[in-house]
């Protein structure tokens, strides 16, 4: 009798163990759109616990490699997919949808000691960024005549960070081009710490870091000399992010769907899901939610089962993502 | 009866030699660890190097002002990395030495034993504090301190790591230096005292010189660790390489570089990833030499008063 009873304690023990899940969306990618997804999973996980979610975090490019392999079922992306990564895909006969998911914003930081910067522009950020000025641009008064002569000290992303990516393309015009004379580090704690005990500095990195330690640092408003965009600068919030006068510094961030899987219902669950509810959840990761309205386009453009990427290869800094979606969907 | 002993004997007898000769065997593996292990380091070191400098100037190497190896024009000259650690060495070699000696000094000529009893463990405290716990305390306490002395001084700088590593290297130089000092014979300090000196007089005049090569070990040995430290710097002195003796700016020493690079992710085998064997050899180069004076100076000049 006691054994039997060990007997069907062990059997209930072990077969949760050898848990037989329904089905599995297996999704890899972007490390920046990891928080987005992982809590988009995690809270699908207890609505839908038969359907296992696997989030891996290979770096965009890592994610689409394996994606145009047929060996994911979603990607995640902090920049649109390449013209090369398409041909990967076509070769192998793998269709994709894009889907933005959120903004992310670069946000321009000096100390709180600072009370000579009142707005930077996109060729001030440019001049004090771009490889020439190297060893040449030392003081802030270099960079705008009516600033005083106070030592310009720089801190920003590693070169292996995705920010990097995006901040070199959207300022100095070509990705991976930079000046290397500054605190260059992948660890934002790193940066926040310099910045803020740093009369003369200037830093940047995403935005969800400056709310983490607002006290310490002022954010500095952006003037992208975009006359469209309106001609004040602008600070980063969710709506300037949104509105596009944030300019060239918000970002968005996508999935990418293969078509295969679309059409898997436990896919489209998922991402129905995930549309749904990453307005409180991006919001919650610290990054910034779509409008409403572009997360509606962006559902629909995945219920029409609208294959190719928006960008075409083109450069996505600065783009009116519900402009682009809405033209594409019609 | 006799032969049945002798037959134990010699059975005991062999069974003891060969637990001797594994034992030796023991103690030989242990000891050709630490080669094995300087030899290896040495060579990977090499090896890297070498396929380094295939692809950059040697010259280019050993006399350019700018570092940016990881950026997308490659600048490889180490100069900046190494006034980076040669600043941090000397701010601290300058608090550590004064101080250290002084505390070897007064523990040996002038302090009462009970209060000997008080600060000999204390410092042996201070150098068990971890490197990591230095640095933080550099951050967030000396450099607030240090701005509002100087208020342009950025947030990481060469100032506030140098000092905290000359406290934390302080009981290096000042246990050594009382060794040597204790290891002056009795009688020279008597007969300064005989011939009428001070105690001032006998310490700076008898002792000190009587124990130089000691207190010259401690100090070279206090700079080859300051010199390979690396959490405090890591920490509080900043990790942009930039070719200046000015303590209150920011800089990026060979240790921290080598931090920086492990720590990212630089794909093994590129050219990125080899700077830092490059650095490592120019860091063993200058550890390496230091050490091999103190050995020198310690051969030289000990035999003096045995």
């Known amino acids: 009798m006691k054994k039997l009873f060990l007997f069907a304690f062990l059997l209930v023990l072990t077969s949760s163990c050898f848990k037989k899940y329904d089905a599995k969306i297996t999704i890899d990618g972007s490390s920046s759109v990891y928080p987005i ?10 609505v839908e616990p038969d359907i296992r979610v696997t989030v891996g975090v290979s770096g965009t490019g890592g994610g689409f490699r394996k994606f145009t392999r047929g060996e994911t079922d979603i990607s995640n992306a902090s920049r649109p997919i390449t013209a090369i990564e398409i041909k990967a895909a076509q070769e192998n006969g793998i269709e994709f949808i894009e889907i933005p998911v959120a903004y992310d914003g670069l946000a321009v930081v000096v100390s709180t000691e600072n009370d000579f910067v009142d707005y930077l522009t996109i060729s001030e950020l440019k001049k004090i960024w771009e490889p020439e000025a190297q060893g040449v641009i030392k003081s802030w008064k270099q960079v705008r005549e009516s600033f005083p002569d106070v030592p310009l000290n720089l801190y920003g992303a590693g070169t292996s960070s995705g920010t990097y990516d995006y901040f070199t393309e959207a300022v100095v015009g070509k990705a991976k081009s930079s000046r290397g004379d500054y605190t260059a580090s992948e660890d934002d704690n790193v940066l926040v710490q310099g910045v803020s005990t740093d009369k003369g500095g200037l830093g940047y990195f995403g935005l969800a870091y400056y709310s983490e330690n607002a006290g310490k640092l002022k ?14 600068p602008v600070l980063p919030s969710a709506a300037s992010v949104n509105d596009g006068s944030y300019g060239p510094l918000a970002r968005p961030e996508f999935i990418y769907v293969s078509l295969k899987a679309a059409n898997d219902p436990y896919v489209q669950k998922f991402i129905k899901f995930y549309m749904e509810n990453a307005p409180v959840l991006v919001e919650e990761v610290g990054y910034i939610p779509l409008s409403k309205e572009a997360y509606q386009i962006a559902y629909e453009r995945f219920l029409k089962k609208i294959p190719g990427s928006m960008f075409d290869d083109k450069s996505h800094v600065g783009v009116d993502l519900i402009k682009i979606l809405r033209s594409e969907n019609e | 009866m006799s032969n049945f002993f002798r037959l134990f004997s010699n059975i005991t007898e062999n069974k003891a030699k060969i637990k001797e000769g594994i034992i030796e065997f023991v103690l030989l593996l242990c000891s050709l660890v630490t080669i094995i292990t300087t030899a290896g380091i040495i060579v990977i070191l090499t090896v890297d190097t070498y396929a380094f400098f295939k692809e950059v100037s040697i010259i280019e190497f050993f006399t350019g002002t ?3 190896p990881l950026f997308e024009q490659k600048k490889f000259g180490i100069l900046p990395l190494v006034t980076g650690t040669l600043l941090t060495t000397i701010i601290a070699i300058s608090v550590a030495v004064p101080i250290g000696l002084t505390i070897a000094i007064y523990l040996n000529e002038y302090a009462p034993k009970k ?3 008080v600060i000999k463990p204390t410092l042996e405290i201070l150098a068990a504090i971890p490197t990591v716990v230095y640095g933080f305390f550099a951050l967030v306490f000396v450099t607030p301190i240090l701005q509002s002395i100087f208020p342009t001084l950025s947030g990481f700088n060469a100032l506030s790591a140098g000092l905290v590593m000359g406290v934390m290297i302080i009981p290096y130089v000042s246990s050594l230096s009382e060794d040597a000092l204790r290891a002056v014979p009795n009688s020279l300090r008597e007969a300064s005292y005989g011939m009428g000196a001070t105690r001032f007089q006998t310490a700076f005049k008898v002792m000190i010189p009587a124990a130089s090569s000691g207190i010259i070990v401690s100090v070279i040995l206090a700079i080859s660790r300051a010199i390979g430290e690396t959490m405090i710097v890591a920490i509080a002195a900043g990790q942009q390489p930039r070719f200046t003796f000015n303590p209150l700016e920011s800089v990026e020493t060979i240790t921290t570089y080598i931090v920086q690079v492990s720590m990212g992710d630089v794909p093994q085998g590129s050219l990125e990833y080899r700077t830092i064997f490059a650095a490592g050899i120019t860091l063993f180069i ?18 003096r008063y045995e």
């Open chain 2, 286 to 303: 200058f550890t390496f030499i230091l050490n091999s004076i103190s050995f020198w100076v310690k051969k030289k000049y000990q035999e």
């Open chain 2, 66 to 68: 700018e570092w940016t």
């Open chain 2, 115 to 117: 209060l000997t009893q």
């Open chain 1, 37 to 46: 997804t992982e809590a988009v999973a995690e809270e699908f996980r207890e």
């Open chain 1, 219 to 232: 954010l500095v408003p952006i003037d992208d000399e975009n006359p469209e965009n309106g001609t004040a």
